[in-house]
T-cell receptor, first 109, second 114 residues
Framework: GQQVMQIPQYQHVQEGEDFTTYCNSS?????IQWYKQRPGGHPVFLIQ???SGEVKKQKRLTFQFGEAKKNSSLHITATQTTDVGTYFC?????????WGAGTKLIIKP | EADIYQTPRYLVIGTGKKITLECSQT?????MYWYQQDPGMELHLIHY???????EKGDLSSESTVSRIRTEHFPLTLESARPSHTSQYLC?????????????FGSGTRLTVV
């Protein structure tokens, strides 16, 4: 079945540094969704991308969907403590979401 | 306010007990889901439903059952709890034809089986 590989598993950054997580698939994706889960919380939907080469921004967050629709990225500029959590990508397949394993953003003290 | 509610928030229970985790949503969504997740780890789909009287098993066999008698209600039952069932259980819902809105998740039930 369809799978999405998400890397890295963890990323440690100093506050103010940038953060990027990547999702990759061997097959073409119909769409890609991104979620954020704060420590101890539940996933919260951020955005959906559907078009080849699509780029969307939400304040300091930039979401991209690859030209071949086989990869996607989430980039956070100048991280803040409020960005801490795990970021998941997911894609629709057979009317269910297929989830990436998540990337944990950790702010170094 | 439209939302999705899970109870209890925390549950500690002995091995062999039967438990039901409750999930209700007020958004009128047709699709509902149960996920199992260890803290900060991957989400594993246990069961899902496309509407009333529709239930399907997900990828994770967790020896549980679900029912969907009303649109808004999707309870999960563990017939005989085991320590391996210790985890967080997340309920979610979505609307058919509105994938662009994503899934809405409840706050979860943290289950500990002793």
């Amino acid at each position: 079945g369809q799978q999405v590989m998400q890397i890295p598993q963890y990323q440690h950054v100093q506050e103010g540094e940038d953060f990027t997580t990547y999702c990759n698939s061997s097959t073409t994706l119909s769409n890609i969704q991104w979620y954020k889960q704060r420590p101890g919380g539940h996933p919260v939907f951020l955005i959906q991308l559907v078009k080849s080469g699509e780029v969307k921004k939400q304040k300091r967050l930039t979401f991209q969907f690859g030209e071949a629709k086989k990869n996607s990225s989430l980039h956070i500029t100048a991280t803040q403590t409020t960005d801490v959590g795990t970021y998941f990508c997911a894609t629709d397949s057979n009317y269910q979401l297929i989830w990436g394993a998540g990337t944990k953003l950790i702010i170094k003290p | 306010e439209a939302d999705i509610y899970q109870t209890p928030r925390y549950l500690v229970i002995g091995t062999g007990k039967k438990i039901t985790l409750e999930c209700s949503q007020t958004m009128g969504h047709d699709k509902m889901y149960w996920y199992q997740q260890d803290p900060g780890m991957e989400l594993h789909l246990i069961h899902y439903s496309y509407g009333v009287n529709s239930t399907e098993k997900g990828d994770l066999s967790s020896e549980s059952t679900v029912s969907r008698i009303r649109t808004e209600h999707f309870p999960l039952t563990l017939e005989s709890a085991r320590p391996s069932h210790t985890s967080q259980y997340l309920c979610a819902s979505s609307e058919i034809g509105q994938a662009w809105r994503g899934y809405t998740f409840g706050s979860g039930t943290r289950l500990t089986v002793v």
